[in-house]
């Protein structure tokens, strides 16, 4: 009945985990009981849960995202301890079952269920305004990507309470991963976690391409359309070419562990260099696809805050193609160490290389962008330029791993570790920190409080500095990656080092914790009334701040690059259209959240071989979709009396918003005055 | 234990000494000799501690003027500076550019070129000549669920957790695993390679000094993994014959059912010798997994 789930899943003799979950507990209880006191479910569940508006979809992704950050930091913390401790003659406090699941957790995590849902996130807050849309091309399936998402972060949940999470490492690497040697769920809430996540995902994917292909606004051509909708766009092609890839692997994973297939056992047949070929093939794009967005978010940010156009747009955009199609070719270099001759190693050494020359390029323009530039150091511009001067560091050490010579010896060594923190970390997780505090005004209508922003992104930058930098070292002294315990006493001050900065990162954390609620708390002295709260350069800053339902009444026209520069520059930027007209826009629809709650019961039957829950579910998600599929009726209309109700509303606040600008704060001052904008409506 | 006379050896690069120095010192608390990747026992280690180093020096060359110009520009062109020029719509410069993409591709030709030459010269299915042209050792090694096995054919023993190497004498290594996935590495020797269940791997190395040197699987393979090591040890002509001596003394049989109950899962820390070897035992445990007919054409390429 219940497959192989018993009371003694549950991992009770574990101290570490149980308070984890009873954490977890209390908090999902908190949040239950919090929704019911204020009365808030039928709030929740029409403006946000059934919701398919692409800002609160992705509103929603980057408050998984964050969730996940804090769990995922929370396992690094804990295996930095144990390293700290569990020296010579040490033991450390956790099992060494319990630190692979930490890492096998936290790689898992940190790549799928934050860096990923913090860029879809970000693309969903910025590109349909970016490139004048009102939505995306299918607003339900974005819907479905999200809570598919969802489905695979509650599955990793889950598996804390019941039974355990993967020890095979995020990499799951074959034969390791097999029935085998790993025969308990972990690898199962593995595989499922990232199959039903992927999916949605790809969906994204699908979604996104279609979105900026076909829903630009009139005169928006491609070579005019803002740099980060350019790397969204590539990032997509990444997304629906590579991900297909992992999904194939993990089923075919799944069929050896379910059915005893031999595709990657070694014996039979089978063969485990064929899974790790097939992993890489999707993980090295992914590494692109979870990079590419930090660069069109830096790209935009250094323009704005150096009032200035960014340099060399068509060079930016030839980069980030060059990039993509290059990360198809380089996937070897993850196992330079597996025995292919010379040849073969050279040559995807070199194509390695080869992209060190745009990633460069890019890094050269946006330093050009700020040669002449009048550079203010707001939040987002601080993390650029803490991204520009650590990633250095990071494409330095990868240009060296990429020689097969150096490979040799630094393959699976903490040196390896140190470097793909070092691009990560400063890349994707600092350029989603500047998106977040970029776009955050234009998703909820006030900014983030300056002074703990600043204070995040010095414990964030010394933080990893002094995490990482010992792991280089570590790495030069023959330390392997993923060790729950070791004998070399010299290792243990740089570890005691490294321990040290995951204290200094906690603070940046609890800054921008402290950061979050003393802006909530102060949002009417940090209201952005304009919608332009920077002086930015694209259409997201031509909408209100947050963004009526249908973001603009009227459908800009785009006549260059930078186009809400431009309306600036000729006065039409707050111009009143002459009249407003019927807007059509997509209902909510609960079909997505009924998906999502359905796959993520398909993936808990499969992991604990409750068959005929794992059919049950995939019914409700078939009847989900012909149910979806046969509703006519998707779309209401906002009549044209209600748009220009709402544009009033607007107009009034950016008239306020003229009186106020010497009062509100000198950080916006005159912004709407300086570019010579006639400042009252009509 | 590593004797006090042994120094760090970088003829080669005596001029750019004094930088590895600055950036190593500092950070390793000033030990340079627990510097495992840089502090080498043999040549091909010393070789792949060269190309660390040509490729660091280089890659200065772009860290330190993007860390410079960075800084600099902040600094000279913050937004409260009204002296500095400001050019609004200053976007495009063909000849800057025709630079900002000639640095890279210039300083990545270079680097390609030496990626070349190395990656064909460290190739580590390649015999090594060293002084003499001595012939190599053949060592059979096997990865086991925690614990090496190290079989030495020309000799008919074997041990576990131990590899003896006569000093500068050519070590040449066919891998293979009787468990999961390993990767077998001694930090001052130098390659790292796979061990794979159904394929033979090839490793090539040489000790040019006498020492014991840390050797362990560095890929994770569960419970034990972090207790797994063995010690690679190389040793003169005349030890190493009475290292043999010794094993084949052990008395201890390694045969068919000898073997099986050695690749039950457990970790060993004491290093146990074996004489006489069952023969081709490294053939038969990769044929194991192919039903004894021929590999298919996918494994052929760790089986060169």
């Given at each position: ?682 | ?148 096995l190290?079989i030495?054919?020309?000799?008919n023993v074997a ?91 052990s008395g201890q049989n390694l045969d068919k059912a000898r073997f099986a109950s050695l690749t ?8 146990i010798y074996f004489a006489p070897v069952k023969s081709q035992l490294?053939?038969h445990v ?19």
């Amino acid at each position: 009945m219940l497959g192989r789930l018993s009371l003694q899943a549950i991992p009770y003799d574990n101290v570490i985990i149980m308070s984890a979950v009873a954490l977890m507990a209390i908090t999902g209880a908190v949040v239950v009981g919090a929704t019911t006191y204020y009365g808030q479910w039928g709030y929740l569940y029409r403006e946000w849960l059934t919701s398919v508006d692409h800002t609160k979809i992705g509103i929603m992704y980057i408050i998984l995202a964050f969730v996940f950050l804090l769990r995922g930091f929370v396992d690094a913390a804990m295996m930095r301890a144990q390293q700290a401790t569990a020296g010579p003659g040490q033991s450390g406090y956790l099992s060494s079952e319990h630190f692979a699941e930490l890492f096998t957790g936290h790689g898992t995590m940190m790549i799928l269920f934050v860096a990923m849902p913090l860029i879809i996130g970000m693309i969903n807050l910025a590109v349909p305004p970016q490139i004048g849309a009102r939505d995306v091309a299918f607003p339900f399936l974005n819907s479905v990507s999200l809570w598919l998402t969802y489905a695979g972060g509650m599955l990793i949940m889950v598996s804390m309470a019941l039974g355990q999470f993967g020890t095979a490492g995020w990499t799951g690497y074959t034969p390791f991963s097999e029935q085998a040697f790993t025969p308990s769920t972990g690898v199962d809430y593995w595989i499922w976690a990232i199959q039903i996540s992927g999916i949605g995902t790809t969906l994204t994917g699908v979604n996104f391409l279609v979105t900026i292909l076909r829903e630009r606004a009139p005169g928006m051509t491609l070579m005019r359309m803002p740099i980060f909708t350019w790397s969204a766009l590539i990032t997509m092609v990444l997304v629906v070419l590579a991900f297909p890839a992992l999904t194939v692997a993990l089923g075919m994973l799944s069929l050896d562990r379910f059915f005893d297939f031999h595709f990657f056992t070694g014996d039979m047949g089978g063969n485990q260099m064929m899974y790790i070929n097939m992993f890489w093939i999707w993980g090295h794009p992914e590494v692109y696809i979870v990079i590419l967005p930090a660069f069109g978010v830096f790209s935009e940010v250094t323009a704005t805050f150096c009032n200035k156009r960014l340099f060399g747009y068509k060079t930016m955009v030839y980069a980030l193609a060059v990039i993509a199609f290059m990360s198809f070719g380089v996937w070897v270099h993850h196992f330079f160490t597996m025995g292919q001759d010379a040849l073969r190693n050279s040559i995807f050494a070199i194509a390695t290389m080869i992209i060190g020359i745009p990633t460069g390029v890019k890094i050269y323009n946006w330093m050009a962008t700020m040669f002449r530039a009048r550079i203010e150091f707001k939040q987002p511009m601080l993390w650029t330029l803490g991204f520009i001067l650590l990633f250095t560091i990071g494409g330095m050490t990868g240009v060296m791993l990429a020689i097969p010579g150096i490979d040799y010896k630094a393959h699976n060594s903490e040196f390896l570790v140190a470097h793909f923190h070092n691009v990560l970390i400063p890349g994707t997780i600092f350029g989603m920190f500047a998106g977040y505090t970029y776009w955050f005004p234009k998703a909820f209508g006030f900014r983030l409080d300056e002074k703990w922003g600043r204070h995040a992104f010095w414990g964030w930058s010394i933080g990893f500095t002094v995490a990482f930098m010992p792991l280089y070292v570590l790495g030069a002294m023959g330390m392997p990656r993923r060790m729950a315990s070791y004998s070399n006493p010299e290792w243990t001050p740089l570890l005691w080092v490294a321990a040290l900065g995951a204290v200094i990162v906690m603070y940046g954390i609890v800054c921008q914790i402290i950061q979050l609620i003393s802006s909530i708390r102060n949002r009417h002295r940090l209201a952005d009334l304009t919608g332009d709260p920077w002086g930015g350069r694209t259409l997201e800053w031509a909408m209100s701040s947050p963004p009526a339902e249908y973001n603009f009444p009227v459908i800009p026209r785009v006549h260059g690059i930078d186009a809400f520069m431009d309306m600036k520059e000729n006065g039409t930027a707050y111009q009143r259209p002459a009249e407003y007209g019927d807007i059509h826009m997509p209902q909510n629809t609960a079909a997505g959240l009924i998906l999502g709650i359905a796959a993520f019961v398909f993936g808990f039957g499969l992991i604990w071989y409750i068959w005929w829950l794992a059919i049950l579910a995939g019914l409700v998600m078939m009847g989900a979709v012909i149910w979806r599929s046969c509703t006519d009726d998707v779309e209401f209309t906002i009549p044209a009396d209600e748009v220009k109700h709402i544009e009033d509303e607007r107009f009034r606040k950016i008239a306020l918003a003229s009186q106020q600008t010497d009062v509100i704060d000198s950080e916006s001052r005159g912004r709407v005055n300086i570019d010579g904008e006639p400042l009252s409506p009509g | 234990m590593l004797q006090a006379s042994e120094v760090m050896r970088l003829d080669k690069f005596r001029p750019v000494r004094p930088l590895v120095g600055l950036f190593v010192l500092p950070l390793a608390g000033c030990n340079l000799k627990s510097l495992n990747a840089l502090y080498t026992a043999g040549s091909v280690s010393a070789q792949q501690r060269d190309l660390i180093i040509i490729t660091a020096v280089l890659m200065l060359f772009v860290f330190i003027p993007v860390v410079f110009f960075t800084l600099f520009f902040a600094w000279r062109y913050r937004a409260s500076n009204e002296k500095a020029k400001y050019s609004p719509n200053w976007s495009h410069s063909r000849l800057l550019e025709v630079f900002l993409w000639g640095g890279p591709i210039v300083i990545i030709a270079i680097l390609g070129v030496l990626t070349w030459n190395s990656t064909h010269a460290l190739d580590p299915y390649k015999g090594l000549v060293t002084e003499g042209d001595k012939d190599p050792v053949r060592v059979d090694a096997i990865a086991l669920s925690w614990k090496w096995l190290f079989i030495y054919p020309e000799y008919n023993v074997a041990a576990v957790n131990e590899m003896a190497m006569p000093v500068d004498t050519p070590i040449s290594m066919r891998i293979t695993s009787d468990t999961a996935m390993n990767a077998i590495m001694i930090p001052r020797l130098g390659s790292q390679i796979f061990a794979m269940s159904g394929m033979r791997t090839k490793l090539n190395l040489v000790a040019n000094q006498k020492g014991r040197f840390f050797g362990k699987n560095y890929q994770y393979t569960g419970e034990h993994f972090a207790a797994e090591k063995f010690q690679a040890v190389a040793m003169g002509q005349q030890r190493f014959k009475e290292w043999i001596q010794n094993a084949k003394a052990s008395g201890q049989n390694l045969d068919k059912a000898r073997f099986a109950s050695l690749t039950k899962p457990s970790h060993i820390e004491d290093v146990i010798y074996f004489a006489p070897v069952k023969s081709q035992l490294l053939d038969h445990v990769v044929q194991q997994y192919n039903n004894g007919t021929p590999r298919n054409r996918l494994t052929k390429t760790a089986e060169r």
